[in-house]
């Protein structure tokens, strides 16, 4: 079981260039999250999953997109990276009641 | 709107002692909330679920929800410089997992 996996640990983009961070779960869990973290801000929800084919915004979704692939995978991308982007990005993964589980983290820096 | 709040600390305890963080919640309709424990430049890792009212014990853990008065709590017992770490409370929700700033937790040997 490797849990929660993402993809890539590390990226340095310039402003206006566009990625896609990658999340994947092996626990058949049916919810899945995007959240940054920022220095004193805690974990901010980005965009969520609740279910395999449906997607909802969270407090700070301007500036990203998703994609829940299937049940397992859960990506986020940014089209147009702005220094405000500067994060570390965590995806996670819960089942209804007593899992919640997070991937290792993206270190994003914006320049 | 969901909202969690937490005292963002430093709290700090000496070895053994009980630390006690503390969480309020906005929601008057939730019902479960994890504790999750994050080390700097860690992921968070989940070390409670409660659901109900009341205490739910786990080794040296104890979670206590208050419907009533809308806060969560965590105790940790025998408190160990290993400990030292930032504590997040989340909202379990319907859907969201909301979650707290988190408090700072210095145990100091």
């Known amino acids: 079981n490797a849990g929660v996996t993402q993809t890539p640990k590390f990226q340095v983009l310039k402003t206006g260039q566009s990625m896609t961070l990658q999340c994947a779960q092996d626990?058949?869990?049916?919810?899945m999250y995007w959240y940054r973290q920022d220095p004193g801000m805690g974990l901010r929800l980005i965009y969520y999953?609740?279910?395999?084919?449906?997607?909802d915004k969270g407090e700070v979704p301007n500036g990203y997109n998703v994609s829940r692939l299937n049940k397992r995978e859960f990506s986020l991308r940014l089209e147009s990276a702005a220094p405000s982007q500067t994060s570390v990005y965590f995806c996670?993964?819960?089942?209804?009641?007593?899992?919640?589980?997070f991937g290792p983290g993206t270190r994003l820096t914006v320049t | 709107q969901k909202e969690v709040e937490q005292n963002s600390g430093p709290l700090s305890v000496p070895e053994g002692a009980i630390a006690s963080l503390n969480c309020t919640y906005s929601?008057?309709?939730?019902?479960?909330f994890f504790w999750y424990r994050q080390y700097s430049g860690k992921s968070p890792e989940l070390i409670m679920f409660?659901?109900?009212?009341g205490d739910k014990e786990d080794g040296r853990f104890t979670a206590q929800l208050n419907k009533a008065s809308q806060y969560v709590s965590l105790l940790i017992r025998d408190s160990q410089p290993s400990d030292s770490a930032t504590y997040l409370c989340?909202?379990?929700?319907?859907?969201?997992?909301?979650f707290g700033t988190g408090t700072r937790l210095l145990v100091s040997p």
């Open positions: 996670a993964s819960r089942d209804r009641e007593r899992e919640g589980c």
């Open positions: 626990m058949n869990h049916n919810s």
């Open positions: 999953s609740a279910s395999e084919g449906t997607t």
């Open positions: 929601d008057r309709g939730s019902q479960s």
């Open positions: 409660i659901y109900s009212n």
């Open positions: 989340a909202d379990t929700g319907f859907q969201k997992l909301v």
